[in-house]
DNA sequence: GCTCCTCGTCGAATCGATTCGATCCGCGCC
DNA sequence: GGCGCGGATCGAATCGATTCGACGAGGAGC
């Protein structure tokens, strides 16, 4: 038992030479029933369970493992729904071609880059998480495994699966404006992982590490002009209520008649730190959003935000490493946006 | 470009043997270093990245990636905040070890078990499901693949992470007796995921495929007796909240003064259904959880529940497979539960 | 001066399959 | 009866590293 049979093994007890035996296992239709039933008998009967993974890995020169990057921890990625969907749209790809999904945590510098080296993978997808100077990215390159991402990272040779950010948000704003608003704020999303949350400066803003967080930033501007942002620390609820609390808990005439928030879970936070500031939406302050996420805590209130196709995103991604994966080329993709207009929005006080 | 150098080809040109390039990687005491920084030299100039991981894998008969089955759609399973945390714990743990999570959707059958035949995996984690009949874990054992499940598969050969299920509900059936309550119905993970709800009958109960579902079960009736039990479809809150509904929906004298649902995430949706119906909680009814899982759109409320150590149990069940990777015993563990009540249970109403 | 030991380097076997081209066999056709 | 052809099987090279034991040189000890 401690020794487990090899192919080898398996052929000789069978009667036929490795080559035909590895033939057998394949399901090639060049070697007769007849001597594929004997080799499968045979195999039974020592206890093979098929071909190793390894073997069979180095010598195709493919593992089967294509890695995903999510931002920091894991388990803040899970706790965005968009990631979520991101992921479920990866695997569903990935799962239909018998390759797995490796979740790896980015942006965290040596640790991934680590890892990279001794993990065999045959592509990796940036998901959540994209820095253009990541070590992780130098390394996949310099290894020559195919490099997809999500909203950046933008670098040579790899392939970018994007939205049209900047345009959802113009829409958003557009909305906003056609309805009067004059004076609106923003919740942006990190500009970097470093735990910094507050008002965004000009030398801030430089240091942006993301794409859709800019992309967002600008579609608002090309409407209102300079827009305040305030900047979080991570993409989550409590963040973007603990935000809502700075731009709201004001006096009236310098309140924000409406806020953007760069996600719908940042804008869930601001609806709760609306209500508990006593503030109605939308009739003392519009709140959009970004994603179309379903927030099943929402309850019958329905988000004005920019609809995106989260779980098409992640397939559009998969799929463009499966190509490169097999040596086709892989084209980008600008997938679309759609403004919905829900129940957050309205007509600027007063 | 389109051939990449070997690590021979790196020894060539440093103009050592490769068994001492190799050493050289390896940052092995045995080269002097001298010629480590030689070998070093020599890969930059050739742009070699580093020994290819498939090849370092064959050779030492590991691959440095452990797959996580979680049930049916990675979707669903994102959604649990247990699994999440369990994700999380299993990363940690792993990422300490260099070695990567692969993520792979369990209870459906046949493509996870064709799955496992081509991917090369380490060990392998049975996260949020466990049938003792999956064929992916025969498929494991007969590779000779080192398993650890949570929560079950109790098979040969698994070692089991565990927590005291059975008590955990059992503590909390005690609260609510000793508070007075008499008429309580539980709310039910899934049985099997086969789409089902509605209340258990026997032979329903008969082919429960989870342990942790049976066990809160037995908790719950070793303090009340027999208690009806209504079966979800998933573990999500609008199966919680719609469950709530068909208990909670009928005139009072039939309506149970308390509800123990088998997870936070249900509870939570049992609290909605009762505030759509415009019951109070726990003056009209009582809601009791299981998990102490963090749900950020429950507010000001504590739910009164059992809290799981979901991140150690991840953490322990990563532990024990690289224990067993590296050929050490590792032993079964039953991490313990603790009661925490909140403001979700009181006296009954009356 | 000789032996022994240590440090550093090298050779060669090995991990377990896949795959291409060659070979062999039997049968059909002329 | 000989030639050719097609289908099944086999040999051998290959994928790219790791690792163990052997080997050689140089220094220390007696």
Request: with cysteine; net charge neutral; proline share 8%.
């Given at each position: 038992m401690s020794i487990r049979p090899t192919l080898a093994a398996v052929a000789a007890r069978a009667g036929v030479s490795p080559s035909t035996a590895s033939l057998a296992f394949a399901d090639s239709p060049r070697v007769a029933p007849a001597t594929r039933e004997r080799v499968l008998a045979a195999a039974a009967l020592l206890g093979y369970?098929?071909?190793?993974?390894?073997?069979?890995?180095?010598?195709?020169?493919?593992?089967g493992v294509v890695g995903a990057f999510v931002g920091e921890r894991l388990l803040y990625a899970f706790r965005d729904p968009v990631a979520?969907?991101?992921?479920?749209?990866?695997?569903?790809?990935?799962?239909?071609?018998?390759?797995?999904?490796?979740?790896?945590?980015?942006?965290?510098?040596?640790?991934?880059?680590?890892?990279i080296a001794r993990i065999p993978l045959d592509a990796a997808i940036?998901?959540?998480?994209?820095?253009?100077?990541?070590?992780a990215l130098s390394q996949l390159r310099a290894r020559g495994v195919?490099?997809?991402?999500?909203?950046?990272?933008?670098?040579?040779?790899?392939?970018?699966?994007?939205?049209?950010?900047?345009?959802?948000?113009?829409?958003?704003?557009?909305?906003?404006?056609?309805?009067?608003?004059?004076?609106?704020?923003?919740?942006?999303?990190?500009?970097?992982?470093?735990?910094?949350?507050g008002p965004v400066g000009k030398a801030r803003r430089a240091r942006n590490h993301y794409r859709d967080t800019r992309h967002r930033m600008e579609g608002a501007e090309d409407v209102f002009g300079p827009v305040p942002v305030y900047e979080t620390a991570s993409n989550a609820v409590d963040e973007g209520e603990a935000a809502g609390r700075v731009l709201l808990d004001v006096p009236a005439h310098r309140r924000p008649t409406a806020v953007i928030a760069?996600?719908?879970?940042?804008?869930?936070?601001?609806?709760?730190?609306?209500?508990?500031?006593?503030?109605?939406?939308?009739?003392?302050?519009?709140?959009?959003?970004?994603?179309?996420?379903?927030?099943?805590?929402?309850?019958e209130t329905r988000l004005t935000t920019v609809v995106q196709?989260?779980?098409?995103?992640?397939?559009?991604?998969?799929?463009?490493?499966?190509?490169?994966?097999?040596?086709?080329?892989?084209?980008?993709?600008?997938?679309?946006?759609?403004?919905?207009?829900?129940?957050?929005t309205g007509p600027p006080p007063g």
């Amino acid at each position: 038992m401690s020794i487990r049979p090899t192919l080898a093994a398996v052929a000789a007890r069978a009667g036929v030479s490795p080559s035909t035996a590895s033939l057998a296992f394949a399901d090639s239709p060049r070697v007769a029933p007849a001597t594929r039933e004997r080799v499968l008998a045979a195999a039974a009967l020592l206890g093979y369970a098929g071909p190793d993974p390894l073997a069979a890995s180095l010598r195709r020169g493919r593992s089967g493992v294509v890695g995903a990057f999510v931002g920091e921890r894991l388990l803040y990625a899970f706790r965005d729904p968009v990631a979520v969907q991101l992921l479920d749209g990866i695997t569903e790809v990935l799962g239909a071609h018998g390759v797995g999904l490796l979740l790896l945590a980015g942006d965290t510098g040596r640790p991934s880059a680590q890892q990279i080296a001794r993990i065999p993978l045959d592509a990796a997808i940036f998901a959540t998480c994209g820095l253009e100077d990541d070590p992780a990215l130098s390394q996949l390159r310099a290894r020559g495994v195919p490099v997809v991402g999500i909203e950046g990272p933008v670098a040579d040779g790899v392939v970018l699966i994007d939205i049209d950010d900047r345009r959802g948000t113009r829409d958003l704003a557009h909305h906003l404006h056609d309805m009067g608003h004059r004076r609106i704020e923003m919740i942006a999303m990190p500009l970097r992982l470093d735990g910094t949350r507050g008002p965004v400066g000009k030398a801030r803003r430089a240091r942006n590490h993301y794409r859709d967080t800019r992309h967002r930033m600008e579609g608002a501007e090309d409407v209102f002009g300079p827009v305040p942002v305030y900047e979080t620390a991570s993409n989550a609820v409590d963040e973007g209520e603990a935000a809502g609390r700075v731009l709201l808990d004001v006096p009236a005439h310098r309140r924000p008649t409406a806020v953007i928030a760069q996600s719908d879970v940042l804008a869930a936070g601001v609806l709760r730190a609306a209500a508990a500031l006593g503030l109605r939406v939308p009739e003392d302050v519009s709140v959009g959003g970004f994603d179309g996420a379903d927030l099943p805590w929402l309850g019958e209130t329905r988000l004005t935000t920019v609809v995106q196709p989260s779980d098409e995103k992640g397939r559009a991604a998969a799929q463009a490493a499966m190509d490169l994966v097999h040596g086709r080329p892989a084209e980008p993709v600008v997938l679309p946006v759609a403004l919905r207009i829900g129940t957050t929005t309205g007509p600027p006080p007063g």
